[in-house]
């Protein structure tokens, strides 16, 4: 439950710059205001709900890269996740859920008969009977929450490709203000399992320049919003590509959603 990096409510224009943040529940909790991410920093394998957490105004993240590769190669579309089973056949590549995470198949074979396996750190092999598997990331994981409080977060030129649940989100988990105002600029998100950015909650988000890509589960989008966002929605000459949906506009969203593609 511990974090990389917390940055706390008394800092202000805290600066992160080129550097390798990795494990931590969140590998940055941002709740201070006007912190700069930059120049080519990483951040990855955290165990907790995402790799960076913002959760006051003002966030810069520029020309960094908070991507995370598959352990063993990115799934073809559709993708089927199930839950681990005892005594079943994987083929390598295979991803299932088991303990809040997501594992991959690095060597095919059957699952212990009567047993799960003890799971090990990011990079770590384990076997499950024949089958030996690799931690992907947490269950609905996301590269970049935007959580309650959080308002005028900019990132630009930023990598977002990995295997988390999805690239980019707005979130309240705090039950206070959502997140608004969320800014990205000429960056990339894909190869993620489901939405590349899910924004269900909040209000004002601009997607420009980028290069987008739906999940790789059937039914996700590039882009999603949903009844919780009010609006304003602007997506401005993207590419979007793979899955099943490029932008998705939520049943009953309140917003005015203004899809410039």
Not at 5 to 20: A, E, H, P, Q
Not at 238 to 248: E, H, Q, R
């Amino acid at each position: 439950t511990s974090h990389a990096i917390r940055i706390r409510s008394g800092c202000v224009d805290t600066v992160i710059d080129r550097c390798f943040v990795y494990g931590g529940y969140y590998g940055i909790l941002n709740e201070a205001g006007d912190t700069l991410l930059s120049n080519n920093s990483i951040v990855a394998n955290t165990y907790g709900p995402g790799s960076i957490c913002t959760r006051s105004t003002g966030m810069y993240i520029q020309r960094c890269k908070l991507d995370q590769a598959w352990p063993y190669a990115q799934p073809a579309y559709p993708l089927t996740v199930t839950a681990r089973a005892n005594a079943t056949v994987y083929a390598a590549g295979a991803v299932v859920t088991y303990q809040s995470f997501y594992l991959q198949a690095t060597v095919g074979g059957t699952s212990h008969a009567s047993t799960g396996p003890t799971i090990a750190g990011y990079t770590t092999a384990f076997t499950d009977g024949t089958v030996t598997w690799k931690l992907v990331a947490p269950v609905a994981s996301a590269s970049l929450i935007c959580d309650t409080g959080a308002s005028e977060t900019h990132v630009i030129q930023t990598d977002f490709s990995g295997c988390w649940h999805n690239g980019i989100k707005h979130a309240d988990s705090l039950a206070g203000t959502a997140p608004n105002f969320t800014h990205i600029t000429d960056c990339t998100v894909g190869q993620t399992i489901s939405h590349g950015i899910e924004i269900l909650i909040g209000h004002t988000l601009a997607v420009k320049g980028g290069e987008l890509a739906a999940g790789l589960v059937a039914g996700s989008a590039a882009i999603i919003n949903g009844s919780s966002f009010s609006g304003d929605l602007i997506v401005a000459n993207n590419s979007l590509a793979f899955g099943t949906f490029g932008v998705y506009v939520g049943a009953s969203a309140s917003n005015s959603a203004r899809a410039l593609i």
